[in-house]
């Protein structure tokens, strides 16, 4: 890939703090003072948090809200291919000058003074957002909540949690209860917080959080409901109930998130055809997304190509549970993680679905978990596993064997970003 100019600008901007994560608000604090604080200009915010299904349920509101003829900016992280997916602006991804003014804005403005690349970044999200027209804003947070770089609204119209579980337990607590904590803390006072489908122990945490500031939930199981039935998403609250198509977005956790969705879009007065849209019209790559082009489709043509992001407990049983539902077919993992990540916890729900799992390092990732490690780790909950030097390798052993095999790509976005680029 060539090298833009912003390339450049955030290679700079991650030297400025010795830490990738370090989760204080005071620095995004003084950034945003000296900017003149464009987050107290940005059109309606509507605020996301959780362990998964952030991205999925934000891209459902945003083709949703777009279907209604709104324009709506939207802030999200990692990026899979490149950074300008962070950032849309009514709609669309921010151009490469636009991108480029912000950055160089913010790091001018920030003096050389300690901050982290999420923090900077962040706040040129938020510059560029307060600058450019539009109806919404959709916020997702990067890392928690109560501390996260996203946390600066005062007043949102909405927040939504999505399930929360087990995840960053180094930086958010060892607890579902903790974590939870963590990620309440984006709940305002007096403002509606639209809650997924939670453990016990995280709902609670929720609830009291959300009594202490008065803020009302429209929470999953209580406010509205959601199912599949023969073929269909039936969405059911207090005003009614919607018949619609399935999600476009494969696999039963999307029904969820959907409904999450469909729940905010109702608070904010949206219509059955922009519920409609919000399922139908969605996309969100790397999440149990089908490969049908590019270098490793035509390096394997009759191997069933699937590509997911997740990396933590909750999204293996995810994952295994779409691969379940599937038509029966030889099914072969190549996964590669990171060394921060609950390995077994993601990978030990995968093996009744998988014949053989192939580890691989993830190229350029300094926080690979290398791929002996990943085979050993894989092979302790279960797996067949061994190592291999890179996707395309392992893909070709396995389609030297199975040449009609489905193979799913997994274990982390910085890795389905990788395969992302390579397959563009």
């Not at 989760?23 to 995004?28: A, G, K, W």
């Not at 945003?62 to 300008?84: D, I, M, N, Q, W």
């Not at 709940?187 to 917080?193: A, S």
Request: glycine share 8%.
């Amino acid at each position: 890939m060539e090298t833009r100019g912003s390339d450049v600008i955030l290679e700079r901007l991650m030297t400025l703090h010795p830490k990738v994560i370090d989760l204080v608000l005071d620095r995004v604090w003084r950034l945003l003072a000296a900017l003149g604080h464009p987050e107290r200009d940005l059109p309606p915010v509507i605020h996301l948090a959780g362990t998964n299904g952030k991205g999925s349920t934000q891209a459902m509101i945003r083709a949703g809200l777009e279907s209604a003829g709104k324009r709506v900016h939207a802030y999200t992280s990692p990026h899979l291919v490149r950074f300008h997916e962070r950032i849309r602006l009514a709609g669309e991804l921010i151009s490469e000058d636009a991108l480029m003014a912000v950055l160089d804005e913010c790091e001018a403005a920030n003096g050389g003074e300690p901050i982290t690349y999420f923090e900077i970044t962040t706040c040129a999200g938020l510059l560029a957002m307060a600058r450019t027209p539009a109806d919404y804003t959709l916020l997702e947070t990067g890392l928690g909540g109560r501390l996260d770089a996203t946390n600066v609204i005062e007043k949102p119209a909405l927040t939504i949690i999505t399930p929360i579980s087990m995840d960053h337990e180094a930086f958010l607590g060892d607890t579902l209860a903790k974590i939870a904590g963590e990620k309440a803390g984006i709940i305002k006072r007096g403002v509606p917080c639209v809650v997924g489908p939670q453990p016990d122990a995280a709902m609670d945490v929720i609830e009291a959080r959300a009594t202490a500031l008065g803020a009302p939930l429209l929470a999953f199981g209580q406010h509205w409901h959601v199912w599949e039935e023969r073929g269909r998403l039936v969405y059911q609250d207090e005003t009614g109930l919607l018949d619609l198509p399935l999600p476009v977005l494969p696999g039963a956790h999307q029904y969820q998130n959907a409904g999450a969705a469909i729940a905010a879009l109702r608070h904010l007065g949206a219509d059955e055809a922009a519920c409609e849209a919000a399922v139908t019209s969605a996309e969100w790559p790397a999440r149990m997304q089908r490969l049908r082009r590019g270098p490793l489709t035509e390096a394997a043509p009759g191997v069933e190509l699937w590509l997911d992001g997740g990396h933590n407990p909750a999204a293996g049983e995810a994952l295994a549970a779409h691969l379940s539902s599937l038509p029966e077919r030889p099914t072969f993992a190549i996964c590669g993680m990171l060394n921060t990540k609950d390995s077994k916890g993601f990978l030990r729900p995968l093996v009744p679905f998988t014949r053989g799992l192939y580890a691989v390092s993830i190229p350029g990732e300094a926080n690979t978990l290398p791929a002996a490690e990943t085979a050993q780790q894989a092979t302790e909950v279960g797996h067949d596993a061994q190592s291999a030097a890179s996707v395309p390798e392992a893909l070709n052993r396995i389609a030297a064997d199975f040449p009609e095999a489905r193979v799913l790509i997994c274990g982390s976005l910085y890795l389905a970003g990788r395969v992302l680029s390579e397959s563009s």
